[in-house]
């Protein structure tokens, strides 16, 4: 039995959560698998050094494949390697395609997971984040996205695994007819800020910003200088004040960050979702009893666009 760990790039490089994923899989404490779908070949190297990695396999796929060619694709895998689990961080392709694989195996998904003890035992949040839910799987092939930011990343820069190819022909054939769809385009927001997924400082704006001028007047600043990623509330996304991919919490990105900076966040149990695990919790709100405060190890009672602008230049100084 092995366990094939699907690694998550962007095409020119491996995701941190995909080191931390190594590590998730090597709890089941079967010899790992490393499938390196596309991008560039460099990545297969990379991957074939962190420790834990018994092999690599870098398939030649095309950069347009939809999701349903990936599963496919992976679930023959699966049979030809004699895969006992197939492992992915939770990150938007993971999530997108092993519910789908899970499927096609006709198994649970064991979704979002934030501890494994041993080959069948899994602990996830449920409710919200609320409950711990630890479950045991008698499927016989285990599908199972992790929570990055739960796991230690591996190590890197060891002896390298040994690295096999898959041709774009012995894909295409896999694939072949049976997945007509394609994928036509993809967009991808470039920003020049960390992933806020994997992003060590967190900025988060809420709905108290006001507009998204303002939002970017009071939240970028301070994100700019702490070298953070941005985040938002659902009612900051849906009103206009940020792009719905920073959104954090329940419905959006799960985050961890050594530090949490909530300025204008109620602290709704949807968005605690997201960040509650998150390091050392700063909140800046005019409420005192704003629920945020309940989570936070750092309070601050006060209006965000004194506050904020204050704290940026102090931080701007030192
Ligand atoms: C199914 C479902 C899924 C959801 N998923 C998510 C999710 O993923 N993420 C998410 O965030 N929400 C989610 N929500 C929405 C969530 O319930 C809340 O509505 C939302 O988080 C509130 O956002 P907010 O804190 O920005 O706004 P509000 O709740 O309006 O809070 C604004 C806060 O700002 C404070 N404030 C006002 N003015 C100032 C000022 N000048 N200075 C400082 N503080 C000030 C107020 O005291 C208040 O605490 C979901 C809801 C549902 C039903």
New binding site residues.
């Given amino acids: 039995m092995t366990t094939l760990l699907i690694a998550d790039h962007d095409g020119a490089a491996l995701s941190p959560a995909t080191l931390r994923a190594v590590s998730a899989a090597r709890a089941l404490g079967t010899p790992i698998d490393l499938v390196v779908l596309g991008g560039a070949p460099e990545l297969a190297a990379k991957g074939a050094e962190f420790a834990g990695i018994d092999r690599v396999l870098r398939v030649d796929a095309p950069a347009d494949l939809s999701t349903e060619a990936v599963a496919a694709l992976l679930k023959s895998l699966v049979a030809a390697r004699g895969a006992g689990a197939v492992v992915a961080a939770a990150t938007s392709t993971g999530k997108d395609v092993l519910p789908r694989l899970a499927s096609l195996l006709d198994v649970m998904i064991v979704a979002d997971v934030v501890a494994i003890e041993g080959p069948n035992v899994f602990t996830r949040p449920i409710y919200a984040g609320n409950a711990l839910e630890r479950l045991r799987s008698l499927d016989g092939v285990k599908v199972v996205t992790v929570r990055a930011s739960a796991f230690q990343p591996a190590a890197q820069g060891g002896a390298a695994a040994p690295v096999e190819e898959m041709s774009r022909a012995e894909c295409e054939a896999i694939i072949g007819s049976a997945v007509p769809a394609r994928l036509v385009s993809r967009e991808v927001s470039e920003t020049e800020r960390p992933d806020l997924g994997s992003a060590r400082i967190v900025v988060s704006g809420?709905?108290?910003l006001g507009s998204a001028e303002r939002f970017d007047e009071v939240i970028a600043p301070l994100a700019d200088v702490l070298g953070a990623a941005i985040g938002a509330?659902?009612?900051?996304v849906d009103a206009g004040y940020a792009p719905n991919d920073l959104?954090?919490?329940?419905?959006?990105k799960i985050v961890a960050p050594d530090l949490y900076i909530a300025?204008?966040?109620?602290?709704?149990i949807?968005?605690l979702a997201?960040m509650k695990d998150s390091r050392v919790i700063v909140a800046?709100?005019?409420?005192p009893e704003?629920p945020i405060f309940a989570v936070a190890d750092y309070v601050l009672v006060?209006?965000?666009?004194s506050v904020v602008p204050e704290l940026t230049k102090a931080l701007s100084a030192s």
């Fill in positions: 809420g709905r108290a509330t659902r009612a900051a959104q954090v919490g329940q419905t959006g300025a204008g966040v109620s602290g709704a949807q968005h997201g800046i709100n005019t409420d704003a006060g209006d965000v666009f």
